[in-house]
């Protein structure tokens, strides 16, 4: 099998300056412009750019529409205004709206006045969906015919190179609506005479442009077809989705969950310049000291308290730990759930006495080992029993919140993943600390 | 655009008992195994057994093929030995290798036993192979022809129904050793006369069976085919992965990055029995108490100063806080590159930098901010120069530990989405805790 990836950026390290751009060389022939996108990604800036200057012009449009959009960003920012309109200028309305966004304005422009008028016309229906939708980013590269087409014009259509991906053509009639799917592998059977309109692919619905871009992903995947049309409001069609486009989505899809949980996207660079990524993560880590302050402020309240029992100091750790773990795990369940459209008001009941039910008898368990080992170590039976019961009720809280901070944040259209667990952090915080410190106070003073 | 799945779910809910069926056989019909198995997993066991009785016998193979790991088992361990063995009885060498692990030896053995020689053999080839490895999946639903082939035969294959994800045929010298790929888009325009060996595309590789399950995913999306053929050590052909199978095989890859970090997996069944989640999850809830106790271990070494300096507890959350959201910052971007493979020796050192750089500006700011707040809240500047420090301190160490830990875990092949958070949280709370109530017993006593 061939080089991974991380091998590649080892031998790297150790190739003299001189050869490494027939490295590159090497790994656009051999794998293609993705993973020489993954491979600059994986650069620090500065030798990005040094290796981006040495790639062929010709294909440096193919690897950037590849990249992600931070790391694809910092080299059209390093680009002198030249370059920059050489490179746009290799690029098609798909592409265009694809990185559009990270242009200036004049720049797009340019690039659209190079464009035919085909082209153009492309990239103006794909503006009229947003960037969560599919119709924006359709691919035009397809076999189409007029409905009245034939068999035999199918075939004269076949024998010229295909686009890649390409399992059937997509019929149209006058008014340029959508009439159905051919399947082009049967066409091999039938004779040229044959109307293709009576081998329409009944089961081969094509996909709305406002479907939303991973539910299309799913689409796609499930209808065994190699790629899905999709149509305009008024069944006009705009253009394809192909199985490796659904691969992508459905890789931006889960990278974004997995970021959201730290705050980032999935657009986030491995090597942004310090100064950029440390503004970004600052904010993050402001809304997340907001939620520690509350929990200090939660403290505050009982300092009388703690300085006369100071063990509670000292095991506060442990509360909120305990509630922070549990609420986690119910709350990863449900990031998920709901990504995979699981999770719905028609199971929530259910789920919710689940959790609870697991909530119950892990609080159960925790609370029982916690308070031996606190009565033990602090010599204090009372002090094990105030900690089992904010250790259970700490639990509990988290199981009912894992379950309902997501599904009112998808509700109110917020993304879980992304604010969850702030919202979670707090609410195990709070409760636990005071649960914990006010029986403290009530029993132990 | 059709229903998506948690439409279907709510108006799942609301349907009449006796109307459910219906409702099945529906989603089965417009959109495949792949929705109804999501479907049943977002079910409770209870339901989803009576609805899995009224699933018609002969789909119910397909359906449980296409289910996670866990919520498959569920049903399996409810079904009675004769409706297992009428189930097992149904799938092919392929779906038995998924699916083997959960199922009594005795059940496996029988299913063998009434399989053909040729699927036979594939269970056993496949069997050579390790759970992480493509060899154990691949598909043997394909085209191939001798080496020695021509095109007319080519032609009589293609005319009869093809293997689903189609677009090249596979060929074999005499003894059996994979000759290469032939595209089945360019026999069309050729005489029936040529040798299909003269029309090999040099360009596709086939995959090694002990390629790794997401590596393989990933050639397949690369290749811009359709399929890779995968063959063993002798160059013999093993099966294919197709684009579809790349994209479960990545789904299942990003499912367990987002659900390690909770110390969960992708097989985990969103509707698992209370007592056994709970099992599971007291586990993780276990090896994080020993982190929050060691943290609570450390604060124990300064009581004294705690008894004296009360505000010192009230403000350790922040202290931990800081630390953890920074860290965990770090961390998830090193679980992406190293699932990416994006991540490797060869930029380690680079990568540590640029974090070190962002730890050292949001570690200032924050520094600052926080002792502001501090100083103000318990009227102390002292107070406020020794949370700064700590703060600073921990963030730094957080950035780190977060590109150290991960990367030695992936060395030592332990997987950092599942172990790293754990460790990060110990160091980040040891050392925010010992740094920050040290320095209070040096400066403030």
Redesign the interface.
Known sequence: ??E????T??????TPETDKPAVMDEVLEE??E??LA?LL????IDERMLRWHSIPSEEQAAILIEMRGDARNSIIRALSPEQLERLIGQLDAQDLIEIGDSLPQSVVEDALEHMDAEQREYFERSLQYNEEQIGRYVDHNLLMLPAAARVQDA?RL??RP?P????SIYLFDRSGRFQGTVST?QL??LPGHIHLSTQIDEDA?P??G??ELY?AAT?V????A?ALPVVDEQNRLLGRVT??D??VL??SH??N???A????NEE?D???P??R??RR??T???I??L???L??WT??LF?AT??QV??L??????V???GG??G??T???M???LA????????LV??LK?EL??AG??GL??AL??AV?ASVWFSSPLIGLVIAIAIAVNIVAAAFSGVMVPMVLDHLKIDPALSGSVIL?TVT?VVG?FVFLGLGALLLI
């Open positions: 099998m061939s991974e990836l991380n091998e950026i080892d031998r790297f390290s150790h794998f293609g993705t993973r993954l990604e994986a650069m620090p075939d076949l024998r295909l890649p991906y390409t399992d592998s091999f059977t619905e996909l709305s406002e479907a539910a689409a995947q499930e209808s065994g190699m199985l490796h659904a691969m459905q890789q889960f990278e969950l997995l970021m949980r730290a705050g980032m986030e491995l090597f942004a310090v100064l990524s440390s993560r600052a993050w880590l402001g997340n000291l939620t520690a302050f929990a200090s403290i505050g300092e703690l300085q100071v063990a100091a000292v095991l506060m750790p442990v909120a730990s305990m773990i549990a986690s795990q709350l990863t369940l990031i998920r759930g995979l459209k699981q999770v719905s008001r028609g199971n259910s789920l689940k039910g697991i008898v892990n368990i925790w080992v916690i080992i952090t915080d600390f």
